[in-house]
């Protein structure tokens, strides 16, 4: 299981923060605590899933820390998790806007209860932010292959045929379309094609599977203006390098 990653904002360490802690990796999650200043958070916000605030006197007084936080998880749709007493909750909240913060623990708490509420929470918000992918081939080995090196990161639908894709094209957008360009009945082509013609997918993205690598096939696919292809016979670490590029460029356009 790929673990998540968890902010772990606290002050001061106590019996309760640390068994939270011990339960939290528990459960799967991988915790960075020790950072207290938005310098230091700064270095790992590009690995964090969330952020668990433990609610003290002493982050009361440091309100650099909660407005560094409040505007990294805008940004970057980071869920906040806050715990102290009801008092100390209501205080921190003048500092987060209500919709950065998706739960909030009362104390006296139970660590189990928190520690599983927050995996559950930081699993769903994981896929529901995934970007979906639609894999189309005509062999049942390479469509388990792809989806097997790429389903830890992305939300795979695998199709077997040109008219399973285009079945599945009529009721979901995927962000991207791995196609296999070679296949019996309806060939990538077609189906490109198809894509292209309806507005409503004009901006699905498409990248060619082939497993030719003469130019004559390379000409051929390229001349349909796909928005990239890759060789079946690459190794699968360059095939995931190759989406996580596509998709990293694309986020940079805009």
């Excluded at 909240?93 to 139970?110: A, C, I, S």
């Excluded at 040109?162 to 082509?189: Q, R, S």
């Excluded at 699905?204 to 000409?219: A, E, N, P, R, Y």
Aim: glycine share 4%.
């Amino acid at each position: 299981m790929e673990q998540n990653t968890l902010l772990f904002v606290c002050e001061q360490n106590s019996y309760l923060t640390v068994s939270l802690v011990d339960k939290l990796k528990a459960n799967f999650i991988n915790v960075i605590s020790d950072v207290g200043d938005p310098d230091a958070i700064s270095h790992v916000a590009d690995m964090i899933n969330g952020v668990l605030i433990y609610i003290d006197s002493e982050i009361l007084k440091n309100s650099n820390v909660l407005i560094y936080i409040k505007d990294m998880a805008a940004e970057k749709d980071v869920p906040i998790f806050i715990l102290g007493n009801v008092e100390e909750i209501e205080s921190v909240k003048l500092f987060l806007p209500k919709h950065l913060v998706q739960r909030e623990f009362v104390r006296p708490v139970d660590v189990n209860d928190v520690a599983l509420d927050i995996h559950n929470f930081l699993e769903e918000h994981k896929q529901a932010e995934k970007k979906k992918i639609l894999v189309v081939d005509d062999s049942g080995q390479v469509l388990r292959n792809v989806k097997s090196w790429l389903e830890g990161r992305y939300s795979v639908t695998c199709a077997n045929s040109g008219a399973m894709a285009i079945k599945y094209l009529t009721i979901n957008k995927p962000d991207l379309v791995l196609l296999d360009y070679e296949m019996p009945i309806v060939n990538g082509k077609q189906i490109l094609e198809m894509i292209r013609s309806e507005n409503e997918f004009s901006d699905v993205s498409v990248i060619f599977l082939t497993g030719k690598d003469d130019k004559q096939t390379v000409m051929d696919v390229m001349n349909l203006k796909p928005d990239g292809y890759l060789l079946k016979t690459m190794k699968p670490y360059l095939i995931v390098k190759a989406v996580d590029e596509f998709f990293a460029k694309k986020k940079m356009k805009g």
